[in-house]
C-alpha cells in the first residue's frame, strides 16, 4: 500500500484546515487507516482512526470535538477535517494504513506510512 499525504500549510489559530491521505494498491485489503503527528523535539503521536469498512472511528481526547477523520471509499482518501486550530497542534502529519484486523484505538498496529505533510499553527 502507497499513501500520499497533502493538504498541509500555514494556518492562524482558529483556522482550518483539511488533510487528504490518497491510498493505492492494495486498498481492497484496508482494515483501518490513521493520522498521526509529530511535533518537533517530540514522539510521534495518534491523532485519529477510522475503520475502513464500518466507517467507526477513535480519536486522540484533546482533537476529539475539533478534528473529524473520514474517508472516501470509492477513491481510496482519508481526510482529516481540523477545525479551531491551536499552536500545540503544529506537527508534521502523517496517515498510515493496516491490513490486519486489530483495534482500532491502537497506534501500535500500522505497516504502511505516508511522507507526512507540515501543518503550522501561528498564534
Known amino acids: 500500500v502507497q499513501l500520499q499525504a497533502s493538504g498541509g500549510g500555514l494556518v492562524q489559530a482558529g483556522g482550518s484546515l483539511r488533510l487528504s491521505c490518497a491510498a493505492s494498491?492494495?486498498?481492497?485489503?484496508?482494515?483501518?487507516m490513521g493520522w498521526f503527528r509529530q511535533a518537533p523535539g517530540k514522539e510521534r503521536e495518534f491523532v485519529a482512526a477510522i475503520s475502513w469498512r464500518a466507517g467507526s472511528t477513535c480519536y486522540k481526547n484533546s482533537v476529539k470535538d475539533r478534528f473529524t477523520i473520514s474517508r472516501d471509499n470509492a477513491k481510496n482518501t482519508l481526510y482529516l477535517q481540523m477545525n479551531s486550530l491551536k499552536p500545540e497542534d503544529t506537527a508534521v502529519y502523517y496517515c498510515?494504513?493496516?491490513?490486519?484486523?486489530?483495534?482500532?484505538?491502537?497506534?501500535?498496529?500500522?505497516?504502511?506510512w505516508g511522507q507526512g505533510t507540515l501543518v503550522t499553527v501561528s498564534s
Open positions: 498510515a494504513a493496516d491490513l490486519k484486523v486489530g483495534s482500532l484505538c491502537s497506534g501500535s498496529r500500522y505497516d504502511y
Open positions: 494498491g492494495r486498498t481492497f485489503n484496508l482494515d483501518a
